[in-house]
């Protein structure tokens, strides 16, 4: 009990000192990424890419800034805090989705059939399955352990305050948690659900952490300017202080 106490303590102080414009865009791009998830933008025998992407990597590049400032361990707690509220929202929007109603687009179809059509795609869309939310929380836990833990154990070797070291510790752990994220949710959903072969798997998990990463590439400089803003300023220091991570 004393040691539950504890961690709730540091979950407050964490929450009350990571900037909550930061942990508002965390949390948003994991519910949204999840939502777009369910479209696709290409698919082939080999190779399918979702509109999930566009929006995933946001929560990485979150995840290295509060990272490179806080630590491993409040980036993986601030990222649990996202898998959380995710799943709340899961639950709301399913049960939204259970009741009678109908969907704005559905007053805009020529046809009342067709209108329940567009409803019930709708319906299916934001009441995802059990599976897909509870793989998503599988890979999204995996990953966030794969990326916090790496991204400080490079840092501690290869950052020494400059751009490059971010960018070698945030490409880096990007890399393979984008991966590790993409393989565990492709095996456990879509082989297991939708009949993906092992080789889509491996194929869309590897295509998949590619652009996601060129996505982070492109904009880890606001992420450098972001943590280094926080150092500047001394943010956090009062969670710093109290569990003696190294800014």
């Known amino acids: 009990m004393q040691s539950f106490r504890k961690l709730w303590e540091e979950y407050k102080l964490l929450l009350r000192n990571v900037p909550s414009l930061v942990t508002s865009v965390f949390i948003l791009s994991v519910v949204c990424m999840n939502l777009m998830a369910g479209r696709e933008l290409y698919r082939s025998d080999w190779l399918c890419i979702n509109s999930g992407l566009a929006l995933s990597w946001i929560s990485f590049l979150c995840m290295d800034c509060i990272c490179k400032r806080f630590g491993a361990r409040a980036a993986a707690m601030v990222s649990v805090t996202a898998m959380l509220v995710n799943m709340v929202c899961s639950v709301i929007f399913r049960l939204l989705c259970m009741t ?62 400059g751009y490059g070291g971010f960018a070698v510790r945030s490409l880096v752990s990007t890399c393979a948690a984008q991966w590790v ?33 060129a996505a982070e590439a492109l904009f880890s400089p606001v992420g450098y300017r972001i943590s280094r803003g926080w150092e500047q300023d001394k943010v956090g220091q009062d969670y710093l202080e109290l569990t003696g991570a190294a800014a």
């Open 100 to 161: 009678p109603g109908r969907w704005a687009a559905y007053y805009a179809a020529t046809d009342p059939a067709v209108g329940e059509m567009i409803t019930a795609g709708v319906d299916t869309t934001f009441g995802s399955a059990w599976y897909v939310v509870l793989g998503s929380a599988t890979a999204m836990l995996l990953s966030t352990l794969v990326n916090s833990s790496l991204n400080q154990m490079i840092g501690a070797v290869a950052d020494r305050g």
């Open 181 to 213: 994220d993409n393989l565990v949710f492709s095996a456990l959903v879509s082989h297991v659900f939708f009949g993906w072969t092992w080789k889509q798997v491996l194929i869309c998990s590897t295509t998949s952490m590619i652009i996601e990463l």
